[in-house]
Nanobody, 111 residues
Framework: QVQLVESGGGLVPPGGSLRLSCAASGSILRIQSMGWYRQAPGRERETVGYIITSGRTTYADSVKGRFTISRDNAKNTVYLQMNSLKPEDTAVYYC?????WGQGTQVTVSS
């Protein structure tokens, strides 16, 4: 069983940047792909993007060109670099290996 812990959320003004981290522990050898999702109040959870073992990434259109997913296999950590943040990016962000989910980290974009 993999345990995932997100960190790095916070309050940032529009146009700012944040980097979220997702640290994995447990049976990490089974991790193949990792994804980031987000859920805003009153809305369904939506895909932000994901990264597969080869390092190839895929992004939702709403974040393409602004967000970047990367992974450090030595640290068992996946990152979500978020630039040019907008108020509509406000949400709780979750990472997943498509079996386990982290507890989420709040990102608030507001002036």
């Amino acid at each position: 069983q993999v345990q995932l812990v997100e960190s790095g959320g916070g309050l940032v003004p529009p146009g700012g940047s944040l980097r979220l981290s997702c640290a994995a522990s447990g049976s990490i050898l089974r991790i193949q792909s990792m994804g980031w999702y987000r859920q805003a109040p009153g809305r369904e959870r939506e895909t932000v993007g994901y990264i597969i073992t080869s390092g190839r990434t895929t992004y939702a259109d709403s974040v393409k060109g602004r967000f970047t997913i990367s992974r450090d296999n030595a640290k068992n950590t996946v990152y979500l670099q978020m630039n040019s943040l907008k108020p509509e990016d406000t949400a709780v962000y979750y990472c997943t290996d498509f079996n386990a989910w982290g507890q989420g980290t709040q990102v608030t974009v507001s002036s």
